[in-house]
């Protein structure tokens, strides 16, 4: 069974403090998928990496991919309420069914 | 410009009351998924379409049906709402299997 496991599960900081939210796995995915979840709406897709190694840049936000392509990582540079949420990462499946596998999920607090 | 429409936002039903809940895309996606997602959790796959294929997860108790009538709309049905059946219900789609999802708003259920 493929499992992620995404630490931490709470982080409250200030505003202006740098923060990274991890997703390890001991199983390889073929791609993985980040999004943040406001209260009361759908998670919202952020980026998909699917390549080993691979680091994507969104804003403040840096996406990695691991180089075996089990773990990816989530750094949030001068964090600011607006990213205040629920992060979530998200790996398809072996079994290539479209089916994705999520983390617990990280929720995130943002004081000012 | 929504992409993939829930509605409604909110539903309060009675205990034992069917219940319909109805996503709507615009994105012309093969594969629609219905989650089950409770306070501060990851979303919980319940069953998903591609296309007319209809395909169940092992543990979606028998209370909750589907239905894709197109390629444009699926319903949940919640048969016998129990009160562990309040949740938020989100709706999500993607072009195929391998690729992203994209999560619509999610219908908040009340089981009174």
């Known amino acids: 069974t493929q499992l992620l496991e995404q630490s931490p599960q709470f982080l409250s900081i200030q505003e202006g403090e740098n923060l990274t939210v991890y997703c390890n796995s001991s199983s390889v995915f073929s791609s993985l998928q980040w999004y943040r979840q406001e209260p009361g709406e759908g998670p919202v897709l952020l980026v998909t990496v699917v390549t080993g190694g691979e680091v994507k840049k969104l804003k403040r936000l840096t996406f990695q991919f691991g180089d075996a392509r089990k773990d990816s990582s989530l750094h949030i540079t001068a964090a600011q309420p607006g990213d205040t949420g629920l992060y979530l990462c998200?790996?398809?499946?072996?079994?290539?069914?479209?089916?994705?596998?999520f983390g617990q999920g990280t929720t995130l607090q943002v004081k000012p | 410009d929504a992409m993939v429409i829930q509605n409604p936002r909110y539903q309060v039903t009675q205990f034992g009351k069917p219940v319909t809940l109805s996503c709507s895309q615009t994105l012309n996606h093969n594969v629609m998924y219905w989650y089950q997602q409770k306070s501060s959790q990851a979303p919980k796959l319940l069953f998903h379409?591609?296309?007319?294929?209809?395909?169940n997860e092992a543990d979606t108790p028998d209370n909750f049906q589907s239905r894709r009538p197109n390629t444009s709309f699926c319903f949940l049905d919640i048969r016998s709402p129990g009160l562990g059946d309040a949740a938020m219900y989100l709706c999500a789609t993607s072009r195929d299997p391998r690729f992203a999802q994209y999560f619509g708003p999610g219908t908040r259920l009340l089981v009174l």
């Open positions: 998200a790996g398809e499946g072996s079994s290539n069914t479209g089916k994705l596998i």
């Open positions: 379409y591609y296309d007319k294929d209809f395909n």
